[in-house]
C-alpha cells in the first residue's frame, strides 16, 4: 500500500525529490539546495515552476532515469560556461539564477575521459 502511494500521481513529492536529486548530480546542488529536507525546515526552491516541469516531465515519461538525465544535460543551462562576469556576480553571487554553470570538481570518470580525449585517445563506440 505505501509503495503505491509513494508513486501515486496526488503525490508530487517523490518525483520532485528525485528530480532535485539528480539535478544535484549534474549542477553540484539542487533546486531546493537542502536535498535532504523538502520539509518546512529547508530551503525554498530557487525554480519552483522549474522543479514542478522536471518532475511532471519525469512521471510522463515512466519514470526513466534515462530521459532525465538526458533532459537535463543537453540544456543549455548545462552547457553554460562557468566564466564569472562582474555586474552579475554583484547581483547574484549565489547564482541563484544559474547565469553560469557554477564550477565544481570532476568525477574520476571525467577526468579520464578528458585525458583521453585530448590525448586523442577516447573510443567514441559504444562499449569502447
Known amino acids: 500500500e505505501f ?3 509513494l508513486t501515486a ?8 525529490v528525485m ?7 549534474h549542477f553540484g546542488r539542487g533546486i531546493v539546495r537542502s536535498t535532504s529536507n523538502f520539509g518546512y525546515m529547508g530551503t525554498p526552491p530557487t525554480h519552483p515552476e522549474l522543479l514542478d516541469w ?8 515512466g519514470w526513466s532515469l534515462k530521459r532525465m538525465h538526458r533532459l537535463m544535460v543537453t540544456s543549455s543551462a548545462y552547457r553554460m560556461g562557468s566564466k564569472g562576469n562582474p555586474v552579475a ?10 547565469w553560469r554553470f ?4 570532476l568525477t574520476a570518470e571525467e577526468i579520464r575521459d578528458s585525458i583521453l580525449a585530448v590525448s586523442g585517445n577516447l573510443n ?5
Do not use: C, H
Open 54 to 61: 522536471l518532475a511532471s516531465e519525469f512521471v510522463a515519461q
Open 3 to 5: 509503495a503505491r502511494w
Open 19 to 25: 528530480v532535485n536529486r539528480i539535478w544535484q548530480y
Open 124 to 128: 567514441l563506440k559504444m562499449y569502447g
Open 89 to 98: 556576480l554583484k547581483k547574484d553571487p549565489e547564482n541563484d539564477l544559474y
Open 9 to 16: 500521481p496526488a503525490n508530487p513529492l517523490t518525483s520532485r
Open 102 to 105: 557554477d564550477m565544481r570538481r
